[in-house]
């Protein structure tokens, strides 16, 4: 790649800074090209899944509604209306059209995903822009925080692995790591919520608040938004720690680190620039992999917590059968997934040079 | 001793087996002899903790602890039937995308990177309104054909690490084909690693399952402990005073993952040795 950068020291040194930064360069768009595909595949993917499950979700939309409102039912006519409502949300187009229209729509439409077939003509894209603030908020401040406070603490674990606290820590850790997501906010909502009160456990902000930039109602989403976090955050950050505390000591038993010692540095210093930092680099990989996981759980906090995020709105579009409306929460999920996967896969780098050079 | 925790997370396991094969059968012959306490409307619903009723009975008249013994043999059962779905699948397409080369290599790496990121919640879910009957069945292989691209993700690199050894190169000279390589020298290194994921797989399952139910659109009436779970939840039997109804199969669900995580701690251990002497060895 440097064909002629030895000629001279000085230029050599800017040359190869220069290489590095190509390289970094190159990595970067490679991700994001492996990013961009795989986003066209999952949505391709997705679209599939729900066009080829037996079930025309016209006609179980139909056939509910009409059931649910206790119609002599009219075989001809019901039929005439599935067909009228087929060709409004053009399904009655042959499969490959309809998947070009689709996604003609979704790139050059500005994300257009069609109509929701219950709060028809509301766009389904509006829909999902109004709900993922909470979603998003959520997720990554907890996921973030959990991560902050896992990795500190299993650091500290890892460097105290002997002492009777930290082998304390490492089986509330895993007691907490194997508990179900779910668990931790049922038994908060019961105990911290109901039992006890000291805790807001349901529903976004106070009843009688209308959404303002007033302290009071800020004070408010605060409050109601501590329990849904901490639940995320006490079962991924119980994750992390264990994770991190695992690098630490596999990190702590190479050579490198006796040496270090060795040559008298400071055991802060050893602890900070040699075994931290090397110990970090798996522990930011780990954080890209959970995302998806992570984003499950929250779906299911927020049904539990009665926020209105992405989870609660598919949850209800379910309890439709609107499925304009499901598709495009699960479109959006995976784009939140995979941007969030990107984010943290280009700031690698930043942390780690040997992904650099063998990017 | 050394492998205490594969031992107790085994005991630990076969203890549960038994009370969920034995469990329902033994109950109603002990504490209801000639009644039927898993049938609804056999007695008066909400009842507090009583003698007769060690957890109460639930919502539809049923024995409380008589739907919680019966119902820790289906939760098993889905993580079993699907945790076995998805690791032979993902033992499958990991073990060809780990021992094909150039771009098939390229190909699978990015399918599997693929399905690993995509969020399957929203994807179950969906499934389940199309589904109008659920059975148990129905519902493992579901939720195992959702959980491959983790394990697929894992045995590739294993499978790749393998096969640049040189006892590889070695079994290649002397003439054996892709296959008797796969089975004879491949597969045999790698069994307690997929002995590791089969556990973690099963432990996944039986979140996922417990996660539908509790989100409320999960296989409507299958009675599984996240059912009961679900159930109790949106009935409050904590505020009438019904604890053991909620803390019973969140217990049971906890220790069975307990009991998996201490197994899968051990496997660990066996597979890869330096694990061990790293933390025992310590600095």
């Known amino acids: 790649m440097t064909a002629n950068s030895d000629t001279r020291a000085g230029e050599a040194a800017a040359e190869r800074q220069d290489a590095g930064r190509r390289e970094v360069l190159r990595y970067a768009l490679r ?51 599935i067909a009228r409502y087929r060709h409004i949300f053009g399904m009655d187009e042959p499969l490959p059209l309809q998947y070009v229209n689709y996604l003609r729509k979704a790139v050059l439409g500005g994300l257009d995903l069609g109509p929701s077939f219950v709060e028809y003509p509301a766009q389904t894209k509006d829909l999902v822009f109004r709900r993922m603030p909470w979603t998003l908020g959520i997720f990554t401040t907890s996921v973030l925080l959990a991560w902050i406070v896992g990795t500190g603490l299993g650091a500290l674990i890892g460097w105290l692995q002997r002492s009777r606290l930290s082998q304390i820590a490492v089986v509330i850790s895993t007691l907490l790591q194997i508990t179900p997501v779910y668990l931790v906010a ?49 079962v991924i950050g119980a994750g992390f720690t264990l994770g991190m505390r695992a690098l630490m000591i596999s990190v702590l038993g190479e050579d490198y680190l006796t040496f270090a010692r060795a040559k008298g540095l400071s055991p802060f210093t050893v602890l900070k620039d040699y075994a931290f930092r090397n110990a970090l680099i798996p522990q930011v ?56 996967t990107l984010i943290v896969d280009l700031a690698l780098p930043l942390l780690d040079p040997r992904v650099r050079r063998t990017a | 001793m050394r492998n ?36 609804r409307g056999s007695y008066r619903p909400y009842q507090l903790d009583s003698a007769e009723h060690p957890i109460g009975t639930d919502g539809d008249g049923r024995d409380g602890l008589m739907v919680f013994i019966s119902s820790i043999g289906p939760s098993l059962q889905i993580g079993l039937i699907a945790g076995a779905t998805s690791t032979s699948l993902g033992v499958v397409i990991g073990f060809l995308a780990g021992y094909a080369r150039g771009r098939l290599d390229t190909l699978s790496r990015i399918l599997i990177d693929m399905v690993l990121v995509i969020p399957t919640l929203p994807l179950l879910l969906m499934l389940a309104a199309y589904i109008e009957r659920w059975d148990l069945y129905k519902l493992s292989l579901i939720l195992g054909i959702f959980g491959w691209s983790f394990v697929a993700r894992v045995i590739r690199p294993q499978v790749q690490s393998l096969r ?39 432990v ?80």
């Open chain 1, 186 to 234: 049922l038994g908060l909502i019961i105990y911290v919520g109901y039992t006890w009160r000291i805790l807001p456990a349901g529903g976004p902000y106070a009843r009688h608040l209308q959404p303002e930039w007033s302290w009071e109602f800020i004070s408010s989403l605060l409050t109601h938004a501590i329990l849904p976090m901490l639940s995320n955050m006490i």
């Open chain 2, 4 to 39: 205490l925790s594969i031992i107790i997370g085994s005991i630990m396991l076969a203890l549960i087996v038994i009370v969920a094969l034995a469990g329902p059968s033994v109950v109603s012959q002990l504490l209801f002899p000639g009644e039927r306490p898993a049938m």
């Open chain 2, 204 to 283: 996944g399952s039986m979140l996922a399952e417990a996660g539908l139910q509790i989100i409320g659109l999960g296989a409507g009436g299958l009675p599984t402990l996240g059912f009961m779970i679900a159930k109790g939840f949106r009935e409050s039997v904590i505020a009438i005073g019904l604890l053991g109804q909620m803390l019973l199969p969140a217990g049971a669900l906890i220790y069975v993952f307990l009991a998996l995580n201490l197994i899968n701690t051990g496997l660990d251990e066996v597979f890869n040795p330096r694990l061990k002497t790293t933390i025992e060895g310590g600095d």
């Open chain 1, 31 to 81: 991700r994001f090209g492996v990013y961009l595909f795989t986003l066209w595949a999952a949505i391709t993917v997705a679209f599939f899944i729900f066009r080829l499950v037996p079930g025309d979700p016209m006609n179980i939309l139909l056939g509910n509604l009409t059931r649910a409102e206790g119609r002599q039912r009219d075989a001809a006519a019901e039929e005439a209306i």
């Open chain 2, 164 to 202: 640049e050894r040189s006892y590889v190169d070695l079994a290649v000279l002397s003439g054996e084909n892709a296959w008797e390589i796969i089975f004879l020298e491949l597969l045999p290194p790698l069994l307690p690693y997929i002995g590791y994921v089969f556990s973690l797989s099963i």
């Open chain 1, 285 to 340: 990989t780990a954080l890209a992999i959970i995302v998806g996981a992570t984003l499950n759980g929250t779906f299911i906090i927020e049904v539990l917590f009665q926020l209105p995020g992405l989870g609660t709105l598919f949850v209800q579009a379910m309890g439709l059968r609107d499925f304009n409306t499901m598709q495009a929460v699960v479109l959006f999920s995976i784009f939140a997934v995979l941007t969030l």
